[in-house]
């Protein structure tokens, strides 16, 4: 999911409740005492700045870490993805110099976001991706273009990804969650609860936040060579294997999974027996 709020409302306060936290720190923010403290006392693991938690490429190989091999986490949380977006966008757009124009200086930021949700659609566990707030624009009442509340810093198709995203606020000395987008049942559009783990569990399940999680297995490496060995026989079109790895949400045949390849497999023989 994803959760977005002005600073101070208990955006990380709260996302440290979830078990076994693999906390993502881009700000280096949550390296406080009182919160690696919370963090360790839930079975947490940190990861900050120096550890590379604002190298894009390096936060995709911890998830492809998490969803391939065994480990004792039952929750990945990127604190904050737009921290993490933003940075990404801005060393492109220093790179491109004068030649940045119609949003090129994002590109590479948006495509690193897709590899990300990749595997994140892969991984057994819960995510949360916490991201800033900005002001959110549109027509009001008048016809006139105005502030017409807050909405997430980051990239814009990131809530259509995912299965929910909550806007966290204060309430007088309440912190409160509103429903801003929903899959989930527990959670009707533009509903407001009380913004801690233990409502958020009772919403969803807490049998389903607190299992352990199943790893992926990936195809082998003599899947991988036979998938290569066919298709150096076999015609087949770059647009329908650029369709076989977006379906599967992989970037090259070594991150299919054993299914996945399998079937990839049957095909190509059924090609090649033709």
Known sequence: MLIFGKPGVGKTWGA??????YYIDTEGGADLAHYTAKLAASGGSYMGPDDGALDFETVI???????????????VVVD???KLFNATVAKEAERLGDKDAFGASKKPAVAFMRRLIAWTSRLDMNVLFIAHSKPEWGVDSKGERSEIGQTFDCWDKLEYELHLALEIYKQGPT???KVRKSRLQGFPDASAFEWSFT??????????????????????????AEIERLLSIVKVDESDIEKWKTKAGAESFTEFTTAQAAGILTVLNKKLSK
């Open 61 to 75: 190989e911890q998830f492809a870490a998490l969803a391939t091999s065994p480990h004792r986490f039952q929750t």
């Open 16 to 21: 440290l409740d979830f078990p076994s936290c």
């Open 80 to 82: 904050s993805i737009s």
């Open 199 to 224: 409502e958020f569990a009772t919403r969803y399940g807490a049998d389903i936040i607190g299992k352990a999680p199943v790893q992926v297995v990936l195809a082998t490496p003599e899947q991988v």
């Open 175 to 177: 912190r409160k969650a």
